[in-house]
């Protein structure tokens, strides 16, 4: 006799969701009968459609598409209904889920949440762990309820938080351990073997959206704090400064062991290293772009612009 397979719905929509798909789709015992994702949205310089990459890869493995405008329209919970789900698994959908919808399937919904929760509940919980100088983050697998991420666990998985990282290397390493979770945990939670534990709510802390704003530089601040800045806004928005009245981003940056070469936001050429005061100690900028222009090292820079060092950012 043929075992039983559940029916997951999945909704997720940026790049971080594509590899927990594909682990949902590798289950054997998951019929995945649909994917819910953000409706496509203009971009570029003709404003063409562009499709999410969750509905890319959906194409791609055959799967019935849905993208309501907004998961409150009327065609959502019918959508959920009279499908027969046994859960629906999400992933960065983009939007928060209203009650009535959580109850629907069998088991619930499920998250896949970036961070070690409760701690880093809310929409940009990868940039806030480099913000705030975290050493370890991780995913935590838990069960929606109406309120913003805190709901029970169900499982957490831990990685170290590389010097180095970038938001976007640890987007990459925490997609990669979200797929882990779910190929793990799903079915023991489905079958009901799975324990699942309640937050201390106590505990919890937020963070909100980030702003393109919340990336600009402060040359006062400490040697760490704009390294970790840097990181955290790498690739986007890219942590940016002012330099003769242009916008100049900057995407990597590292300490540097030299004395001071003026007041904060100072810029002098020490050999081939393109050198920044802070309120600390001086910093050494490894990779810059002007606007309109592509991305640069710092020694390249100190070749195009010798003439004018030192200046100041603002």
């Known amino acids: 006799m043929e075992k039983r397979k559940y029916k997951v719905l999945f909704a997720g929509t940026p790049d971080f969701a594509v590899p927990i798909l594909s682990a949902l789709v590798r289950i054997q015992s998951i019929d995945v009968v649909g994917v819910l994702t953000q409706p496509d949205k203009p971009a570029g310089r003709g404003y063409h459609l562009i499709e999410s990459p969750i509905k890319r890869l959906a194409r791609r493995y055959k799967l019935p598409i849905y993208q309501p405008l ?24 983009g939007e928060l889920i209203p009650k009535k919808l959580l109850s629907l399937p069998r088991c619930g919904w499920l998250n896949v949440h970036a961070s070690l929760l409760p701690r880093l509940r809310g929409a940009s919980p990868i940039q806030h762990a480099l913000l705030e100088g975290y050493t370890e983050t991780g995913i935590t697998l838990m069960k929606m309820v109406e309120k913003l991420d805190a709901g029970p ?67 006062h601040a400490s040697a760490d704090e704009i390294n970790r800045l840097v990181r955290a806004m790498n690739p986007a928005p890219g942590a940016f400064t002012q330099f003769d009245g242009n916008q100049v981003k900057i995407f990597a940056i590292e300490t ?18 393109l050198v920044v005061s802070s309120g600390t100690r001086p910093l050494h900028i490894l990779s810059l772009q002007l606007p309109g222009k592509k991305k640069v090292t710092g020694a390249e820079f100190i070749n195009g612009h010798r003439n004018i060092l030192p200046f100041s950012f603002v």
Do not use: M, N
Not at 197 to 215: G, L, N, V
């Open 70 to 93: 907004t998961v409150t329209d009327p065609s959502s919970i019918e959508l959920l209904s009279g499908l027969s789900l046994d859960v629906v698994v999400l992933a960065a959908y």
């Open 153 to 219: 666990v169900i499982a957490k998985s831990v990685i170290l938080v590389d010097k180095d990282d970038t938001a976007g290397s640890l987007h990459d390493k925490l997609a990669l351990l979200g797929a882990k979770c779910i190929e793990e945990y799903l079915i023991a939670y489905l079958t009901d073997w799975r324990p699942i534990t309640e937050q201390d709510h106590e505990q919890a802390t937020y963070c909100k959206k980030i702003r393109s704003s919340d990336a600009r530089i402060d040359w």
């Open 256 to 273: 540097f062991q030299h004395e001071v070469i003026g007041p904060p936001g100072t810029v002098g050429g020490v050999g081939a290293h």
